[in-house]
Structures are given as C-alpha cells and as structure tokens.
C-alpha cells in the first residue's frame, strides 16, 4: 500500500516538475495572473475614485503591459537570444548571397539622385565609352563609341550598376556634335617645321572656314554650360619634340565630330607634302 502511494506520488511530482518545467505554462500562468490584477486595480480605482480616473488606469494599463514585457522576455530569453541570432545569421546570408544587387541598386539610386546624364548622351565609365541606350535598376547599356574615331562600334556594353559607383562617369555629350580633336604627327630632324608652320595654319583654317561660325556659337555654348574656357574655335598647332629627340607636330581643331577624320587626313596630307618638300630642297643645298 505504500509502495502505491509512493509511486503515485511520485507520478505527480514528475507531471509537476514538468508543469514548472514548461516555459509556455509558466508565461501563461504569469499572464493570467497579471491580467487579474490589472482587472482588479482598474475595477478599484472606478469604485474609489471619481476624478482622475481615465490617468490612472492609463497609468495601470502602461505599468502591466511593461510587466508582461519585462516577465515575457525574462521567461524566453534564452529563445529570444537564440531567435535573434539565427535571424541576424540569416540577414548575414542574405546580405552576402545578394551584395551586387544590393550594390546595383544603390547606384540606380545614386544616379537618379545625381543624374549625371541622360538618354542619349555620350558618357564615360571607366575605361568604357558609348552613347547611353538605356537604364535600369540593375544595368547601364551603352552602345559602344571609338572615342578616337568619334564612331560606333557595334557594339553593346552592359555595365552594373555597381560599377557606377566606384568608376568615374565623365559626361562626354557635346562630344556628339563638336569634338576637340587633337592629333600628333612625328618626324625626324632633318626639318624644321616652323619654316612651313603659317602655311599649316592656312590649310587648317581653310578647312574649318564652312563651319566657323558655328563652331563659335557652340564653344561658347560649351563654355557657359561647363562654366569653364575650352581651345577654340581657331586651330591651334604646337611645335614640340619626343623623348628619342624626334620633331613632333601636334594639332588641336574644333570641329563637327564627323568631319574629324577628314580634316585630319587632309592636315596630314599637307604637311607631309609640305615636310618632304622642304627636304628635298635642303638637301639640294
């Protein structure tokens, strides 16, 4: 008979300590006890007190709901701090997994806000040149310019976002219409080039006389746009030598993008007309 009672005693005590051991039965027992003050205290402030009454049950009601909270967090801290690694790890992962389209949609921002270009301008990234296509919150795309020959490639660049950020972006718009084309040719010393050098001067201004007062319009327009002064409209050409000691002849003329190539043929011409020329008569001498 005593074996009986102590073994079903002991059956209770092993269902109390796992009642005591149940976190979610002991937060429920805590609440409800809780609750119950709360009730009474709000229903013995109405009974005793005529003034006042809406302050202090909104004083009852903010003391118990910090209660709960204090008691809540002290009974599941352990999870609480569990949870919070686990999602703090799982944001770590998130982060890591999607950096560059996180990264890429920064720089959409940042371009939104800056607005370096637009559609349809000539711009600079990097190392990379083209006319801008089209923008989107993950991509730039870039039809691809020679910047040398001012003329498409053919080709498409996409560049992330991302990249935006750390490359420099050079707005090379008026680059479209009018270029600051500069070219070198390099020679020997058996010439001296300043002996023909107006007659250079002639030819470049010969060539850019249809458009001169165009281009003057727009340098002007350039220069109160960027607010700074830009060489030109006149052609501008510079005697100077290599490091091997060579004669270098270096031009700069402002003209239509399209016409670049062309006038630059056409100096070249001359002047090597002019070079051999003037070669030939030194060494009659």
């Known amino acids: 008979m005593l074996e009986k009672v102590t073994s079903t ?7 109390l300590s796992a009642i005591i051991d149940n976190k979610f039965v002991i937060a429920l027992v805590f609440f409800s006890a809780i609750m119950i003050i709360k009730m009474l205290l709000i229903r013995l402030v109405e009974n005793k007190n005529k003034s006042n009454k809406k302050i202090k049950i909104n004083m009852i009601n903010n003391i118990v709901t910090v209660v709960l909270l204090i008691v809540v967090f002290n009974i599941w801290a352990e999870e609480i701090q ?24 920064i720089g959409f921002m940042y371009i939104l806000s800056s607005r370096p270009y637009r559609i349809g301008d000539w711009i600079q990234v990097g190392n990379y040149y083209g006319e801008v296509h089209s923008t989107d919150w993950i991509k730039l795309t870039l039809l691809e310019v020679n910047i040398d020959s001012y003329e498409f490639t053919g080709k498409t660049l996409y560049l992330p976002n991302s990249q935006l950020i750390t490359s420099s972006i050079k707005n090379l718009n008026f680059l479209k219409r009018y270029a600051m084309h500069h070219f070198t040719i390099t020679r020997d010393q058996s010439v001296n080039p300043f002996t023909f050098l107006n007659a250079l001067y002639v030819k470049a201004n010969e060539y850019c006389a249809d458009f001169r007062e165009v281009a003057i319009r727009y340098n002007q327009l350039i220069e109160n746009r960027l607010d700074v002064n830009i ?4 052609p501008h050409i510079q005697i100077a030598t290599s490091e091997t000691g060579d004669t270098q002849v270096i031009f700069t ?12 043929q056409q100096l070249t011409a001359d002047f090597m007309s002019m070079w051999f020329a003037e070669k030939k008569c030194a060494n009659k001498i």
């Open 231 to 234: 060489t030109g409209p006149e």
């Open 9 to 15: 005693s002991d059956h209770y005590l092993s269902i």
């Open 253 to 264: 003329i402002f003209c239509p993008t399209v016409r670049a190539l062309e006038i630059e």
């Open 82 to 105: 569990k949870f919070a690694f686990s999602i703090a790890a799982f944001i770590v992962a998130i982060v890591l997994a999607t950096r560059e389209f996180i990264q890429c949609f």
